[in-house]
C-alpha cells in the first residue's frame, strides 16, 4: 500500500510538472491567441460568446466602461468588474452603455492567453433599435402582440411603421413609400402593444422602429424590417410587461426606485403595487392584502417611488391596468423585484439627481 501512495504522488507530481512546462513554456502557442467574441441574443437575454480553446482552462470576463477623455493622462478604460466562467460565454447588459470586454483564459498556474482586444457592446453603437423578440413561422404572433426593442440613447419616443412587405429601402429615416400600412409616434418606451386586428387575414406582415429625439428629429434609422407572422387564434396578452430591460446587471439600487412597464394598448390607467414578499396569486386582479405601497398613475408607462427604500432586502413589484371604475383590465403583469444591499455603517458618498430614467 505505502508503494501505491508512493507511485501515485510520483504520477501525480509528474502530470503536474507536465501540465506547468505546457503553460509555462506556451507550447500549444496559445499566448499568441486573441480570443474574438460577440454578444447573441435570444428572448430578451444578451450572451458575450466566443469560441472554446483547445484547452481544458476557464476564463476571465473584464467589463470596462468608455471615458471621455477629457482628462490628461486619464486611462481610455475604467474597469468596471471582473467576472469567471468555467464556459464559452457570459451574459452581459443590454443597456446603451459603452461598455467593453476582455477575455483572458486561464489554465491552473495562471493566465495561458493575454487579455483580449476589447470587444464593443453593441448596444451603445447601434444606428437603429435592435428588436428583442421575433413572430417567425414556428412563432407566430397574436393579433395584439407586443413589440420590443432595445433602448436608444437620448431617444425620447419611438416611431412603429408596420408594411405588407418589406420597405422600398432598408434603413433610412422616413417611412417607406411602398407596403407602408400605418405608422404610430404615440410610443414613448422601448415596446409597443401593436393591435393588428384589422391585418388578420395577412399571413404575416413586416414591422420596423427608429428613435426620435425632444423635436421629434431622427436618431439614427430604421431598423431592418422584421417579418411577423400571425395567428388569429392565439391568446391575446392582457397584462403589461415590466420593463426590466436593457438595465445594468448587479448595479447599486437607487434609494428611491423607479417602476417602467411597456403598457397595454389603448389602456392609460395603471396601478404599481410594492411588496417584500410574493404575492398569494401572482396573476390575480385584486390588490394583495400584504402589500407596502402602491400608486395609480394616468398616461404614464413609468412611476417614481415617493418613498426612499433605504432598508436591505429583496423587493417585489408588479403593474396591472385598471378602467375608470378601478377594476383590473386584464390580470396583474408577471412579478419584477430589485435587491437593497445592506450597507456599511459609514456611507462614502452619495449622488443626487433626477430623470433617472432619460439621464439628466
Not at 460577440?38 to 466602461?65: F, H, K, M, N
Not at 483580449?116 to 393579433?143: G, V
Not at 431592418?224 to 392582457?238: F, I, M, R, T
Not at 450597507?343 to 458618498?349: C, G, L, S
Request: with cysteine; charged share 20%; aromatic share 14%.
Amino acid at each position: 500500500m505505502k508503494h501505491y501512495f508512493f507511485f501515485t504522488g510520483i504520477i501525480f507530481l509528474a502530470v503536474l510538472g507536465c501540465i506547468f512546462l505546457i503553460e509555462k513554456m506556451d507550447v500549444l502557442h496559445l499566448k499568441r491567441t486573441d480570443i474574438a467574441a460577440q454578444v447573441l441574443e435570444a428572448d430578451g437575454t444578451s450572451t458575450l460568446v466566443w469560441e472554446r480553446l483547445p484547452y481544458p482552462c476557464y476564463y476571465r470576463i473584464d467589463t470596462y466602461i468608455k471615458t471621455t477623455g477629457a482628462i490628461a493622462e486619464e486611462s481610455i478604460y475604467e474597469h468596471v468588474k471582473t467576472e469567471f466562467s468555467t464556459t464559452p460565454s457570459c451574459k452581459v447588459s443590454s443597456a446603451p452603455i459603452p461598455f467593453y470586454y476582455r477575455i483572458t483564459a486561464y489554465g491552473m498556474f495562471g493566465a495561458v492567453t493575454a487579455p483580449s482586444t476589447p470587444i464593443a457592446a453593441p448596444y451603445f453603437m447601434a444606428k437603429a433599435p435592435i428588436p428583442m423578440f421575433h413572430y417567425t413561422e414556428d412563432h407566430p404572433a397574436s393579433l395584439k402582440p407586443f413589440l420590443l426593442w432595445h433602448s436608444i440613447p437620448n431617444a425620447v419616443l419611438y416611431e412603429v411603421e408596420l408594411l405588407s412587405a418589406p420597405p422600398a429601402q432598408e434603413g433610412g429615416t422616413t417611412p417607406s413609400p411602398t407596403n407602408h400600412l400605418t405608422s404610430t409616434r404615440s410610443v414613448f418606451t422601448n415596446g409597443w402593444q401593436a393591435d393588428l386586428r384589422v391585418y388578420q387575414n395577412y399571413e404575416k406582415i413586416y414591422w420596423r422602429v427608429r428613435a426620435l429625439g425632444l423635436k421629434l428629429e431622427p436618431i439614427g434609422e430604421f431598423s431592418p424590417a422584421e417579418e411577423l407572422y400571425l395567428d388569429k387564434s392565439a391568446e391575446v396578452p392582457n397584462r403589461p410587461i415590466p420593463n426590466t430591460y436593457d438595465q445594468v446587471m448587479n448595479f447599486h439600487q437607487p434609494i428611491y426606485p423607479v417602476y417602467q412597464w411597456i403598457p397595454l394598448n389603448g389602456v392609460t390607467r395603471y396601478e404599481v403595487e410594492l411588496l417584500t414578499e410574493p404575492p398569494a396569486n401572482e396573476h390575480g386582479t385584486e390588490p394583495d392584502p400584504n402589500r407596502a405601497w402602491a400608486q395609480t398613475i394616468t398616461a404614464a408607462n413609468a412611476v417614481y417611488d415617493e418613498y426612499a427604500r433605504p432598508y436591505a432586502g429583496t423587493y417585489y413589484w408588479r403593474v396591472r391596468g385598471l378602467d375608470e371604475e378601478d377594476n383590473t383590465i386584464g390580470t396583474w403583469s408577471d412579478l419584477a423585484s430589485f435587491t437593497v444591499d445592506a450597507v456599511n455603517d459609514r456611507i462614502y458618498a452619495a449622488a443626487l439627481g433626477d430623470s433617472i430614467t432619460h439621464g439628466g
